[in-house]
């Protein structure tokens, strides 16, 4: 009987342990709700139906310059945005993967903005992507091939060993999201009202001794390429409208010729801003590096076109139950409008 109670007492202090453990490593790690939302995007995914024909996969350009609420108001596409601040390519292929343990969806949308990166550049960009993701192998390969030189792998397991020192960060809503998360995004899209126009007098842009993309990014790709053939989805290539930074027509022609060669589409926004009818004085809120929210329906609206006319992707605004969730989900987007067109000053 002494013994037991010795058992017991070990499993309760054990007990104890982890969940004191637990709960200090939910408080101390970011929540992702005040200034920095972008680190909240990846992990919202897992709580949406996963019944989407359209995913878009890839870095700011993406959550920031396309619309899904555009494109279920006016083409009945269910569409889902897992993007991420300076989102890898490497990045992009595994949360492929981990998308396609979820899901099928007809197509996939990459933005090819991130080839120009053959290794990650900052532990903070890599945290607000790979925290979110949910335990698997395709996050334990993601961690893998992104940890920078000083990173640790424990660290992404046990986050409280990197955030023990967060004490004096702490903010109201750490408390407050310490146990429910909300929701900052609409299906993956990051709004905003304001607007700064592009400059008139660009800077010149600078010239660079290589042109090439690195070995590393191809590799990804061409892996991003082989999933979606082997699981029957349909990809598309993409390069945003975005000024700044440079989208280089030497990185142009290479990914031009890759898709001829893959035998996939390739469309650079760039090329169409007329056709979009994409004002940069208007449309972009930040000098042209992303679109505000006419810019990002305007591209929606476009890309939409195409994913219906050219990809066979369904008009489902006739389901019921999908149309019902649209419904809450668009009142959301339009209660945003509102309050951002408050907190902006805007008519």
């Known amino acids: 009987m002494k ?5 017991l007492r070990v499993l309760c202090a054990l007990l104890l342990f982890i969940g004191t453990f637990l709960l200090l490593q939910s408080l101390l790690t970011p929540k992702y709700v005040d200034d920095v939302v972008e680190g909240a995007f990846v992990a919202e995914y897992y709580r ?8 878009f996969i890839g870095d700011c350009e993406v959550y920031e310059n396309f619309s899904p609420a555009v494109l279920w108001e006016e083409y009945g596409v269910n569409s889902y945005i897992r993007g991420s601040a300076e989102q890898y390519i490497f990045q992009s292929y595994y949360l492929l993967e981990d998308t396609f343990y979820y899901e099928k969806p007809s197509v996939v949308v990459f933005n090819v903005q991130s ?3 053959g290794e990650a550049q900052s532990e903070a960009y890599n945290r607000m992507t790979l925290e979110g993701m949910r335990w698997s192998p395709a996050k334990v390969a993601a961690i893998r091939a992104s940890m920078t030189e000083d990173e640790h792998f424990i660290e992404y397991v046990f986050p409280l060993l990197r955030y023990h020192d967060r004490w004096s960060d702490l903010k109201q809503t750490d408390f407050q999201y310490l ?21 008139e007098n660009l800077p010149p842009v600078k010239p660079l001794g290589d042109y090439s993309f690195s070995d590393r990014a191809w590799s990804y790709l061409d892996r991003i390429v082989e999933a979606c053939k082997r699981e029957g989805v349909q990809l598309l290539l993409i ?5 700044f930074p440079h989208w280089y027509d030497e990185w142009d022609e290479q990914v031009k010729a890759y898709a001829e060669k893959q035998g996939v589409r390739y469309i650079n926004f760039l090329e169409h801003t007329e056709e979009i009818g994409l004002d940069f004085a208007t449309d972009t809120y930040d000098a042209g590096q992303h679109m505000n929210l006419s ?4 591209c929606a609206r476009w890309i939409g076109r195409i ?8 008009d489902r605004r006739g389901e019921e139950a999908l149309s019902a969730a649209w419904a809450g989900k668009l009142a959301s987007y339009r209660a945003e409008i509102e309050e951002q067109k408050e907190r902006y000053g805007l008519s």
């Open 179 to 199: 146990f429910h998360k909300k929701t900052v995004s609409h299906n993956g899209y990051y709004m905003r009202l304001d607007a700064k126009a592009v400059p």
């Open 48 to 55: 949406e139906k996963k019944d989407h024909d359209v995913i």
């Open 295 to 298: 810019g990002a329906e305007k």
């Open 307 to 314: 994913l219906a006319e050219d990809y066979g992707v369904p």
């Open 115 to 117: 080839l120009q990166f």
């Open 3 to 7: 013994r037991v109670k010795t058992i």
């Open 239 to 243: 390069k945003a409208p975005s000024v």
